[in-house]
Protein backbone atom coordinates (compact mmCIF):
# COMPACT_ATOMS: atom_id res chain seq x y z
CA UNK A 1 0.00 0.00 0.00
CA UNK A 2 1.24 3.13 -1.29
CA UNK A 3 1.95 5.57 2.03
CA UNK A 4 3.10 9.65 2.25
CA UNK A 5 3.41 10.43 5.73
CA UNK A 6 4.03 14.22 6.23
CA UNK A 7 5.86 15.72 9.31
CA UNK A 8 7.47 19.17 10.30
CA UNK A 9 4.59 20.73 11.20
CA UNK A 10 5.16 23.67 13.35
CA UNK A 11 4.54 28.13 14.04
CA UNK A 12 7.57 29.98 12.50
CA UNK A 13 7.69 33.53 13.20
CA UNK A 14 8.09 35.73 9.63
CA UNK A 15 11.33 35.43 8.59
CA UNK A 16 12.07 31.68 9.73
CA UNK A 17 12.77 28.34 8.40
CA UNK A 18 11.63 25.34 8.75
CA UNK A 19 11.90 22.14 6.98
CA UNK A 20 8.97 19.71 6.10
CA UNK A 21 9.84 16.09 5.39
CA UNK A 22 7.41 13.46 3.63
CA UNK A 23 8.26 9.68 4.43
CA UNK A 24 7.23 7.48 1.81
CA UNK A 25 6.26 3.98 1.58
CA UNK A 26 4.80 1.08 -0.60
CA UNK A 27 6.69 1.87 -3.51
CA UNK A 28 9.74 2.04 -5.52
CA UNK A 29 10.60 5.54 -4.39
CA UNK A 30 13.43 6.20 -6.60
CA UNK A 31 11.46 5.78 -9.57
CA UNK A 32 8.91 8.57 -9.10
CA UNK A 33 8.93 11.95 -9.00
CA UNK A 34 7.56 14.09 -5.75
CA UNK A 35 5.82 17.07 -5.56
CA UNK A 36 4.78 19.35 -2.47
CA UNK A 37 1.53 21.37 -3.32
CA UNK A 38 -0.02 23.71 -0.18
CA UNK A 39 -3.31 25.16 0.53
CA UNK A 40 -4.17 28.25 2.45
CA UNK A 41 -6.67 28.12 4.74
CA UNK A 42 -10.15 28.34 2.93
CA UNK A 43 -8.79 28.28 -0.45
CA UNK A 44 -7.32 26.07 -3.47
CA UNK A 45 -3.89 24.44 -4.26
CA UNK A 46 -0.84 26.23 -5.51
CA UNK A 47 2.23 24.02 -6.88
CA UNK A 48 5.17 24.48 -5.20
CA UNK A 49 7.72 22.48 -6.27
CA UNK A 50 8.87 18.95 -7.85
CA UNK A 51 11.90 16.83 -8.24
CA UNK A 52 12.60 14.03 -10.31
CA UNK A 53 13.12 10.70 -9.20
CA UNK A 54 16.71 10.27 -9.24
CA UNK A 55 16.74 13.89 -7.52
CA UNK A 56 18.40 15.70 -10.19
CA UNK A 57 16.03 17.58 -11.82
CA UNK A 58 14.11 20.53 -9.39
CA UNK A 59 11.44 22.77 -10.33
CA UNK A 60 9.75 25.86 -8.53
CA UNK A 61 6.66 27.92 -8.73
CA UNK A 62 8.47 31.28 -9.66
CA UNK A 63 7.05 32.95 -6.40
CA UNK A 64 9.21 30.70 -4.26
CA UNK A 65 11.98 30.40 -6.29
CA UNK A 66 14.97 31.23 -3.98
CA UNK A 67 13.29 30.73 -0.85
CA UNK A 68 12.16 27.22 -0.72
CA UNK A 69 14.52 23.92 -1.33
CA UNK A 70 13.39 20.92 -2.73
CA UNK A 71 15.51 17.54 -2.10
CA UNK A 72 15.35 13.96 -1.66
CA UNK A 73 17.10 11.08 0.06
CA UNK A 74 16.07 8.22 -1.92
CA UNK A 75 17.90 5.67 0.54
CA UNK A 76 15.31 7.11 3.10
CA UNK A 77 12.58 7.21 0.90
CA UNK A 78 11.83 10.72 2.17
CA UNK A 79 11.74 13.81 0.11
CA UNK A 80 11.90 17.29 1.76
CA UNK A 81 11.04 21.10 1.60
CA UNK A 82 13.49 24.01 3.25
CA UNK A 83 11.65 26.70 3.47
CA UNK A 84 13.20 30.03 4.99
CA UNK A 85 12.09 33.56 4.85
CA UNK A 86 9.05 32.59 5.29
CA UNK A 87 5.78 35.22 4.94
CA UNK A 88 2.11 35.40 6.74
CA UNK A 89 1.06 34.46 3.40
CA UNK A 90 3.14 31.47 3.39
CA UNK A 91 0.80 29.93 6.22
CA UNK A 92 -0.79 26.83 4.58
CA UNK A 93 -1.55 22.63 4.51
CA UNK A 94 1.58 21.28 2.74
CA UNK A 95 0.75 18.67 1.25
CA UNK A 96 3.56 16.10 -0.63
CA UNK A 97 2.35 14.09 -3.17
CA UNK A 98 3.37 11.08 -6.11
CA UNK A 99 3.41 11.75 -9.82
CA UNK A 100 1.64 9.33 -11.69
CA UNK A 101 4.71 8.29 -14.06
CA UNK A 102 7.94 9.66 -15.15
CA UNK A 103 7.75 13.18 -16.34
CA UNK A 104 3.58 14.25 -15.52
CA UNK A 105 2.37 16.27 -13.49
CA UNK A 106 -0.51 14.28 -12.38
CA UNK A 107 -0.98 13.13 -8.64
CA UNK A 108 -2.01 9.83 -7.59
CA UNK A 109 -1.39 9.78 -3.95
CA UNK A 110 -1.09 12.50 -1.27
CA UNK A 111 -0.05 12.76 1.77
CA UNK A 112 -2.29 13.77 4.72
CA UNK A 113 -0.51 16.87 4.66
CA UNK A 114 1.11 18.93 7.84
CA UNK A 115 0.29 22.49 8.72
CA UNK A 116 2.25 25.66 8.56
CA UNK A 117 1.59 28.59 10.32
CA UNK A 118 3.71 31.89 10.04
CA UNK A 119 3.17 34.35 12.71
CA UNK A 120 4.82 36.34 15.35
CA UNK B 1 -5.85 34.83 -8.67
CA UNK B 2 -5.35 31.39 -10.17
CA UNK B 3 -4.27 31.07 -13.21
CA UNK B 4 -6.94 28.28 -14.41
CA UNK B 5 -10.33 29.57 -13.36
CA UNK B 6 -13.49 27.22 -12.15
CA UNK B 7 -16.75 28.90 -11.10
CA UNK B 8 -16.27 29.40 -7.03
CA UNK B 9 -19.32 26.91 -7.03
CA UNK B 10 -22.01 24.33 -8.66
CA UNK B 11 -25.16 22.31 -7.19
CA UNK B 12 -27.39 19.82 -8.12
CA UNK B 13 -29.94 16.58 -6.76
CA UNK B 14 -29.15 13.58 -6.45
CA UNK B 15 -29.72 11.41 -9.63
CA UNK B 16 -28.67 14.94 -11.38
CA UNK B 17 -25.42 15.85 -14.11
CA UNK B 18 -23.30 18.65 -12.87
CA UNK B 19 -20.47 20.11 -15.08
CA UNK B 20 -17.68 21.65 -13.62
CA UNK B 21 -15.59 24.02 -15.87
CA UNK B 22 -11.91 24.85 -16.06
CA UNK B 23 -11.01 27.84 -18.67
CA UNK B 24 -7.35 28.40 -19.32
CA UNK B 25 -5.57 29.86 -22.05
CA UNK B 26 -2.87 29.35 -24.97
CA UNK B 27 -0.48 28.51 -22.16
CA UNK B 28 -1.85 25.85 -20.43
CA UNK B 29 -4.69 23.73 -21.93
CA UNK B 30 -4.74 25.70 -25.16
CA UNK B 31 -0.99 24.67 -25.50
CA UNK B 32 -2.11 21.23 -25.19
CA UNK B 33 -1.06 19.93 -21.93
CA UNK B 34 -3.18 17.55 -19.85
CA UNK B 35 -5.69 18.54 -17.20
CA UNK B 36 -6.00 16.72 -14.37
CA UNK B 37 -9.41 16.76 -11.84
CA UNK B 38 -9.37 16.29 -8.05
CA UNK B 39 -11.88 15.53 -5.25
CA UNK B 40 -11.13 16.64 -1.86
CA UNK B 41 -13.50 16.48 0.79
CA UNK B 42 -12.55 19.08 3.28
CA UNK B 43 -9.86 18.60 5.76
CA UNK B 44 -8.30 15.29 3.71
CA UNK B 45 -6.32 14.97 0.83
CA UNK B 46 -6.71 15.53 -2.49
CA UNK B 47 -8.22 12.45 -4.32
CA UNK B 48 -7.17 11.91 -8.18
CA UNK B 49 -10.51 11.82 -10.31
CA UNK B 50 -9.64 12.45 -13.99
CA UNK B 51 -5.60 12.47 -15.73
CA UNK B 52 -4.89 13.15 -19.23
CA UNK B 53 -7.91 15.34 -19.79
CA UNK B 54 -10.16 11.93 -19.89
CA UNK B 55 -8.59 8.84 -18.09
CA UNK B 56 -10.23 7.78 -15.02
CA UNK B 57 -7.44 6.07 -11.80
CA UNK B 58 -8.76 2.49 -11.42
CA UNK B 59 -11.83 2.37 -8.67
CA UNK B 60 -13.06 5.75 -9.87
CA UNK B 61 -16.71 5.67 -10.62
CA UNK B 62 -17.64 5.98 -14.84
CA UNK B 63 -20.10 8.60 -13.00
CA UNK B 64 -17.18 10.96 -13.26
CA UNK B 65 -15.92 11.97 -16.71
CA UNK B 66 -13.61 14.71 -18.33
CA UNK B 67 -13.69 16.49 -21.72
CA UNK B 68 -11.51 19.17 -23.02
CA UNK B 69 -12.04 21.55 -25.45
CA UNK B 70 -9.70 24.55 -27.12
CA UNK B 71 -8.63 26.14 -23.85
CA UNK B 72 -10.84 24.72 -21.45
CA UNK B 73 -11.51 21.76 -19.77
CA UNK B 74 -14.62 20.51 -18.02
CA UNK B 75 -15.58 17.44 -15.57
CA UNK B 76 -19.04 15.87 -15.91
CA UNK B 77 -20.46 14.01 -12.90
CA UNK B 78 -23.68 11.77 -13.72
CA UNK B 79 -25.75 10.42 -11.43
CA UNK B 80 -25.05 12.88 -8.23
CA UNK B 81 -24.75 11.36 -4.88
CA UNK B 82 -24.19 12.67 -1.56
CA UNK B 83 -21.23 11.39 -1.36
CA UNK B 84 -19.91 12.99 -4.01
CA UNK B 85 -20.46 16.54 -2.27
CA UNK B 86 -16.65 17.82 -1.81
CA UNK B 87 -14.33 20.62 -4.16
CA UNK B 88 -12.73 20.00 -7.64
CA UNK B 89 -9.94 21.05 -8.54
CA UNK B 90 -8.26 21.33 -11.91
CA UNK B 91 -4.23 21.26 -12.49
CA UNK B 92 -2.20 21.44 -16.14
CA UNK B 93 1.23 23.06 -17.02
CA UNK B 94 1.30 26.12 -17.76
CA UNK B 95 4.55 26.83 -20.30
CA UNK B 96 5.15 30.27 -19.88
CA UNK B 97 5.27 29.58 -16.13
CA UNK B 98 6.58 26.39 -16.55
CA UNK B 99 5.12 24.59 -13.63
CA UNK B 100 2.29 23.26 -13.02
CA UNK B 101 -1.17 25.48 -12.30
CA UNK B 102 -4.32 24.58 -10.50
CA UNK B 103 -7.96 26.15 -10.67
CA UNK B 104 -9.25 27.89 -7.91
CA UNK B 105 -11.53 25.25 -6.69
CA UNK B 106 -15.16 24.41 -7.25
CA UNK B 107 -17.45 23.43 -4.31
CA UNK B 108 -20.14 20.91 -5.07
CA UNK B 109 -23.19 20.69 -3.01
CA UNK B 110 -25.99 17.96 -3.64
CA UNK B 111 -29.35 19.33 -2.68
Known amino acids: EVQLVESGEGLVQPGGSLRLSCAASGFTFSSYGMHWVRQAPGKGLEYVSA????????YYADSLRGRFTISRDNSKNTVYLQMGSLRPEDMAVYFCARARIVGSNELDYWGQGTLVTVSS | QSVLTQPPSVSGAPGQRVTISCTGS?????????VHWYQQVPGTAPKLLIYGNTNRPSGVPDRFSGSKSGTSASLAITGLQAEDEADYHCQSYDRGLRSSVFGGGTQLTVL
Open chain 1, 51 to 58: ISGDGHST
Open chain 2, 26 to 34: SSNIGAGYG
